[in-house]
């Protein structure tokens, strides 16, 4: 049972930035693909941002130019830098792992609110 632990969240002002984490249990770059989904009060659970193990990266239209994922070797962890944050990006923000047996996982996700 692969393990992620998500850090980082926080409170930040329009315009600010944050940087989250997700650490795994197993190495980051045996993984098939990492994403970062977000989910806000009373919405669905959206995709944000995709890492595959080739390292190619996606983003969705909203973050495009804003947010960037990593990985980090050193770390073991898969990262999101957020810059000039606004207050729709307000949510819990949740890290998921495809194995190489197509088997998925999440963390225990990680607050963001943008105070505008």
């Known amino acids: 049972q692969v393990q992620l632990v998500e850090s980082g969240g926080g409170l930040v002002q329009a315009g600010g930035s944050l940087s989250l984490s997700c650490a795994a249990s197993?190495?980051?770059?045996?993984?098939?693909?990492l994403n970062w989904y977000r989910q806000a009060p009373g919405k669905l659970r959206e995709l944000v941002a995709v890492?595959?193990?080739?390292?190619?990266?996606n983003y969705a239209d909203f973050v495009k130019g804003r947010f960037t994922i990593s990985r980090s070797a050193a770390k073991n962890t898969v990262n999101l830098q957020m810059n000039s944050l606004k207050p729709e990006d307000t949510a819990t923000y949740y890290c998921?792992?495809?194995?190489?047996?197509?088997?998925?996982?999440w963390g225990q996700g990680t607050q963001v609110t943008v105070s505008s």
């Open positions: 890492i595959t193990r080739g390292g190619s990266t």
């Open positions: 998921n792992a495809e194995d190489i047996f197509r088997k998925t996982s």
């Open positions: 197993g190495s980051i770059f045996a993984f098939n693909v």
